[in-house]
């Protein structure tokens, strides 16, 4: 390689390398902050709560696996720039950025996080399989992926499970939202419309780093989702499933201090009027948390 060729090589890997960094350390960073305080929120709010366990676990699991991510991938950097004594003898690049490790990670990440939101899919619609069973087949889909993630045997793995998340987390934020909308639930008078707007947020704010990502990718920035592509999903996928528990558990403290009305739309007694035709929760571990 000429001197010239050198320099162009070694600042495309140096700018490879600071994207990574900068995207890795400033989402685990945010994801890292919030993690305590929801992690602190909650077990003060619902340690007498029937689904805590099960919601603990996912905070720990959706938690560990973008640790996990982010510490294989820093290893990962430190050990792609390999520097000579001098230009000319410059050794390069490690250019396997997108591990088969670090794919597996993410796709499982990405499936405990889809197939838990099936789940709630399901039990806010009175546990009727046929709702469910487009998004469940789309989560198994996406387990079907993992075992041969870590290979090269799909050269498009990209191109197939960002779309299938997409998809998935869409028609379930659709299928919970309507189910909030529509359904008279007992305990919802005085906040439908509150959790409503952040089951709407924390669902788009995942979809929309999956839909810009498989623009990305069909647009030809296929080395730039290979960079960034598992720390950003895994840790987005965390935040958004922290950032809906921790409103749901401010929502219910700020309601016991006084903040939030007990009800808006007509009093004790027009409650007392339609609880025998109204289910009084809506069995959604996550939704159940401000009731």
């Not at 305080?37 to 007498?48: G, M, N």
């Not at 396997?96 to 099936?118: C, E, H, K, W």
């Not at 035709?277 to 571990?285: A, G, L």
Request: with cysteine.
């Amino acid at each position: 390689m000429s001197t010239d060729t050198d320099l162009r090589y070694i600042f495309l890997c140096v700018q490879n390398l600071e994207l990574r960094v900068g995207v890795a350390a400033s989402l685990y960073s945010i994801l890292f902050i919030l993690f305590l305080v929801t992690l602190r929120a909650f077990i003060t709010q619902y340690r007498a709560q029937g689904s805590f366990e099960l919601l603990l676990s996912m905070l720990a699991v959706t938690f560990v696996i973008p640790t996990v991510i982010f510490i294989l991938t820093m290893i990962n950097i430190s050990t792609r720039l390999r520097p000579a004594n001098s230009l000319t003898n410059f050794i390069g690049c490690n250019d396997n950025s997108d591990p088969g490790y670090l794919r597996v990670l993410f796709i499982l990440q990405m499936f405990i996080l889809d197939a838990f939101t099936v789940y709630r899919t399901w039990l806010i619609h009175a546990r009727r399989i046929k709702i469910v069973v487009f998004p469940a087949l789309l989560a198994l889909t996406l387990l079907a992926f993992i075992p041969v993630s870590g290979t090269n045997a799909v050269s498009e793995l990209y191109d197939i499970v960002l779309p299938l998340s997409l998809v998935l987390n869409v028609l379930c934020t659709a299928l919970i939202s309507i189910r909030l909308l529509h359904t008279e639930f007992e305990a919802l008078h005085s906040s439908r419309f509150m959790i409503l707007h952040f089951v709407i947020v924390s669902g788009a704010l995942y979809s929309l780093l999956l839909f810009f990502l498989l623009i990305g990718q069909v647009g030809g920035w296929g080395i730039g989702i290979s960079l960034v592509g598992p720390i950003a999903i895994s840790s987005v996928g965390a935040i958004t499933f922290d950032l809906l528990v921790l409103q749901l558990a401010l929502t219910k403290a700020f309601r016991h201090q006084g903040f939030v009305p007990i009800d808006e739309t007509g009093g004790a007694g027009s409650e007392a009027g339609t609880s025998s035709v109204e289910p009084k929760f809506t069995s959604d571990p996550v939704i159940d948390l401000v009731l």
